[in-house]
């Protein structure tokens, strides 16, 4: 069927009110269990543009987002049906007909991305994604090629900034709503993830250009700057580098971008006015970070070495807390819940085992290689928080976890990496914090609750154990790998029998 496609108010009202009508018995005929209200929402909407003079190629989601904002005075059509979110989710839905159609003129360089999603279907099957996961992947995809073409963006020009546009966009692109309502699995995270993983694929199949790096949001080139110096003149490790530039990514705008200019008030801002739900810990970070990126600064000669006595202090005094730790009974009865049924259980057990008997941080467990294990003699390779790899026992128990997690339940993948996530594509974990994570839901499982959180309670707990049976700090300190012995010190405190010991009388009170 051709329909006209150059219709106007200015015409003949009657040649106009029977292009609509073709155009509707199009749709319908196209779409033969249309409701009657989705039929009214495409007439509605053609008589709207009718009579604002919009020609029918020139009908893109912008007129949509007027068409849903206007002042209805179109006869028997009320404003009320526009506050329906289910009646412009038709109207939209009656545009992507009209462009299909050929009724709506699409540019040439802008391509559908549509005809990718049945391969991209299958590579999600294929890589083994479970159906949840399968169908948030792909539905995602499916709002992202929407997006992209309702924004008339060419494929050539998708860049990373196009995923965190749409990742931050406000929803107004009909796929995703049903009965007017969101559909689980749309928020921004989920959308951004949805779209780096389509992307990717677009780029493996060389539609959109290999050589643009999924990780090449653009960023502030004083962080790249910073980067540089902290690797090549400070000698930090990748994961202190990742930590420093995520923090200093919070507030470096706040500076502005002439370092010429900073200046004292804007830099005590930085550490002062911070929400309140930051903690303790993160607020010495920002000033660690801001200390660090001034000097780098200042080396650099971009700003006044002065400025460095602009940060505030963030005084932590050493010694004043006592570790937080959990009864040896307590763990093992944690240890005996965790099972050993599903890859999820098998896995955690292992990781469980490695904290709880080895007093390792979330770090070590994280970084862990394969080839770090030395099967034969038993042994661990741990690099901690510097580049100098220190050889551990590994304890009976731990290894045999440890075995059982690589033959039974880690997924053959191309990785080294010791731990993965157990569902497709089966990546590293992200970071150290999903360790402690996981910790929590071994507890939650096991019905354990009013216990210290976090992974690094069973360092705390294990070191306070052997100081107990006898270990002196010492010898602490060299197996929990303390570069100084004021870390290994602050044990001292949890032995309230020794110090009860050598406690001293209050002056003028009973002893």
């Known amino acids: 069927m051709a329909f006209p496609t150059n219709s106007r108010s200015g015409g003949d009202p009657r040649t106009a009110s029977l292009d609509d009508r073709a155009l509707v018995q199009g749709y319908l005929a196209q779409h033969p269990k249309l409701a009657a209200g989705a039929l009214s929402a495409a007439r509605h909407f053609l008589k709207w543009a009718g009579a604002?003079?919009?020609?029918?190629?020139?009908?893109?989601?912008?007129?949509?987002?007027?068409?849903?904002?206007?002042?209805?005075?179109?006869?028997?059509?009320?404003?009320?049906?526009?506050?329906?979110?289910?009646?412009?989710?038709d109207v939209r839905?009656?545009?992507?007909?009209?462009?299909?159609?050929?009724?709506?003129?699409?540019?040439?360089?802008?391509?559908?991305?549509?005809?990718?999603?049945?391969?991209?279907?299958?590579?999600?099957t294929a890589v083994g994604y479970s159906e949840p996961n399968y169908t948030?992947?792909?539905?995602?995809?499916?709002?992202?090629?929407?997006?992209?073409?309702?924004?008339?963006i060419p494929s050539k020009e998708i860049t990373d900034i196009t995923i965190e546009q749409f990742a931050l966009h406000n929803c107004r692109c009909g796929i995703r709503t049903k009965r007017g309502r969101r559909v689980v699995g749309t928020g921004t995270k989920d959308r951004r993830r949805g779209a780096y993983r389509f992307v990717s694929f677009l780029r493996e199949q060389g539609v959109i250009n290999p050589s643009v790096s999924p990780d090449s949001l653009e960023v502030d080139p004083r962080l790249d700057g910073f980067t540089q110096w902290l690797r090549r003149e400070r000698g930090a490790t990748a994961e202190t580098i990742r930590r420093y530039r995520q923090e200093a990514g919070r507030w470096i705008g706040v500076l502005g971008?002439?370092?010429?200019?900073?200046?004292?008030?804007?830099?005590?801002?930085?550490?002062?006015?911070?929400?309140?739900?930051?903690?303790?810990?993160?607020?010495?970070?920002?000033?660690?970070?801001?200390?660090?990126?001034?000097?780098?600064a200042v080396i650099q000669g971009l700003c006044a070495p002065f400025l460095l006595h602009?940060?505030?202090?963030?005084?932590?005094?050493?010694?004043?807390?006592?570790?937080?730790?959990?009864?040896?009974?307590?763990?093992?009865?944690?240890?005996?819940?965790?099972?050993?049924?599903?890859?999820?259980?098998?896995?955690?057990?292992?990781i469980l085992l490695l904290l709880a008997r080895m007093g390792l941080r979330a770090g070590d467990v994280w970084q862990l290689h394969l080839s770090d294990i030395d099967w034969r003699a038993g042994r661990l390779r741990l690099h901690g928080k510097s580049r100098r790899g220190t050889?551990?026992?590994?304890?009976?128990?731990?290894?045999?976890?440890?075995?059982?997690?690589?033959?039974?339940?880690?997924?053959?993948?191309?990785?080294?990496?010791?731990?993965?996530r157990t569902q497709a594509p089966f990546t590293p974990l992200r970071s150290a914090?999903?360790?402690?994570?996981?910790?929590?839901?071994?507890?939650?499982?096991?019905?354990?609750?009013?216990?210290?959180?976090?992974?690094?309670?069973?360092?705390?707990?294990?070191?306070?154990?052997?100081?107990?049976?006898?270990?002196?700090?010492?010898?602490?300190?060299?197996?929990?790998?303390?570069?100084?012995?004021?870390?290994?010190?602050?044990y001292a405190k949890v032995d309230v029998s020794m110090l009860a010991a050598v406690a001293q009388p209050w002056p003028g009170a009973a002893s």
């Open 391 to 420: 050889m551990l026992p590994l304890p009976q128990d731990a290894g045999d976890a440890l075995l059982a997690y690589i033959e039974e339940a880690r997924p053959f993948v191309s990785t080294d990496r010791v731990f993965l």
């Open 433 to 490: 914090a999903e360790i402690a994570g996981i910790v929590a839901r071994i507890l939650k499982r096991g019905g354990f609750s009013r216990l210290p959180t976090g992974s690094h309670v069973f360092r705390h707990s294990l070191a306070s154990a052997w100081l107990r049976d006898g270990a002196d700090l010492d010898q602490i300190g060299v197996a929990l790998r303390h570069a100084s012995r004021e870390s290994t010190a602050i």
């Open 310 to 350: 602009a940060v505030p202090p963030a005084v932590r005094r050493k010694l004043s807390t006592v570790p937080r730790v959990i009864p040896a009974a307590t763990i093992e009865d944690i240890v005996a819940s965790s099972g050993a049924t599903t890859p999820v259980d098998i896995r955690d057990r292992a």
């Open 52 to 89: 604002h003079g919009i020609a029918r190629a020139d009908i893109d989601a912008a007129a949509v987002d007027r068409f849903a904002r206007h002042r209805c005075r179109c006869g028997r059509y009320s404003s009320r049906q526009l506050r329906d979110p289910v009646y412009i989710t």
């Open 257 to 296: 971008t002439d370092p010429a200019q900073y200046d004292a008030g804007t830099i005590r801002s930085i550490v002062l006015d911070q929400p309140k739900e930051r903690s303790r810990s993160s607020i010495r970070m920002t000033v660690t970070v801001l200390r660090a990126f001034l000097r780098f």
């Open 93 to 124: 839905r009656f545009l992507r007909y009209l462009e299909n159609a050929g009724v709506v003129t699409v540019p040439d360089n802008v391509e559908r991305l549509d005809k990718y999603l049945a391969d991209f279907a299958a590579e999600l």
């Open 136 to 152: 948030r992947g792909l539905s995602q995809a499916r709002h992202f090629v929407e997006w992209i073409f309702q924004a008339r």
